[in-house]
């Protein structure tokens, strides 16, 4: 049987640096307990693995006194300013794994508001990444995510506005919300933040999807990218298997096929991609 792994399966740079990150504090803090803001990220597996090694989520603001003696780690998704300025001030030492390219969103916000222009973010605005973003984008921001907010969205006459978005946000969605903007304001500038990671990696998947008999795709089943994954999975090979572990593979599924594509979300942890694949390719 022929097996093509997908190169984008798994994690992205900047999951796979903050989930590096806690392990390597692990490591090297053994006499200090180790505390994550929120979920690293959304895969029980590497959860419970860093359970067992000792770290412990906060789950939120309140809970960070509870940290004092220890060291936080910022998730890949960022925080909004006030929690690291609540962490200096209960004198709590914390490393920040915000992905660069989030990172560069802060930058930008802090400076936007600093010139008095208003900053509008596209994107979803529960999301801890939004809510992070618009926690450095100073007092008066805006998210927006559909058409009809961006026809109503008010700005005062006297202010420039900056357009951002949220790095995993749809590019074409994007672009139909910057023109209504701009249809209705000239005073505009817009910075595309969407990170290329998700688009590479969805183009690939369906890619491969197209030219194999089955496909495996892996991630938890929470995971909004792997299930979006299995979506264009599905739309391009009706042999579409969505597994969390090798442990729900169905064997059967695959007795009769000749070629396997194998991708996965940004979530999923590199030794359950490599366990199965190295089972696919000795057992068929
Ligand atoms: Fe960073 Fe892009 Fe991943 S913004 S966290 S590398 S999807």
């Known amino acids: 049987m022929k097996v093509l792994l997908a190169k984008t399966a798994g994690f992205c740079f900047g999951v796979k640096r903050a989930v590096d990150t806690v392990y390597q504090q692990v490591e090297e803090n053994k006499d200090c307990k180790i505390y994550t803001f929120g979920p690293i990220i959304h895969n029980d597996e590497v959860i ?15 809970d960070l006194p509870k940290a004092k003696n220890g ?11 006030r929690i690291c300025d609540r962490m200096d001030e209960l004198g709590i030492q914390y490393v920040d794994a915000t992905c660069p390219f989030v990172k560069k969103i802060h930058k930008i916000a802090m400076e936007k508001a600093e010139e008095g222009a208003f900053l509008v973010v596209i994107g979803n605005p529960v999301h ?19 058409a009809e907010e961006a026809e109503h969205l008010t700005v005062p006459e006297d202010r420039k506005i900056c357009v951002v978005a949220q790095t995993t946000f749809n590019y074409n969605k994007f672009k139909e919300l910057v023109e209504i903007i701009s249809k209705r304001r000239y005073d505009i500038s817009v910075l595309n933040t969407i990170c290329s990671a998700t688009k590479e990696r969805q183009t690939e998947t369906a890619r491969i999807a197209d030219r194999v008999d089955a496909m495996i795709v892996i991630g938890d089943k929470r995971s909004s990218n792997t299930q979006k994954l299995f979506e264009i999975c599905k739309n391009a090979c009706n042999n579409t298997y969505y597994i969390q572990t090798l442990d729900d593979l169905n064997v059967n599924q695959l007795r009769s096929v000749e070629t396997v594509g194998i991708t996965a979300g940004a979530s999923t942890p590199n030794n359950i991609i490599e ?3 190295n089972y696919v390719r000795i057992n068929f």
């Open 48 to 62: 419970k693995d860093m359970q067992a090694k000792g770290v412990t989520v906060l789950e939120g603001e309140e």
């Open 128 to 146: 801890p990444e939004v809510e992070g973003i618009m926690g450095w984008a100073g007092e008066d921001a805006a998210v927006i995510s559909t």
């Open 275 to 277: 366990e199965v694949q």
């Open 71 to 81: 060291i936080v780690i910022i998730r890949s998704h960022g925080v909004p300013k």
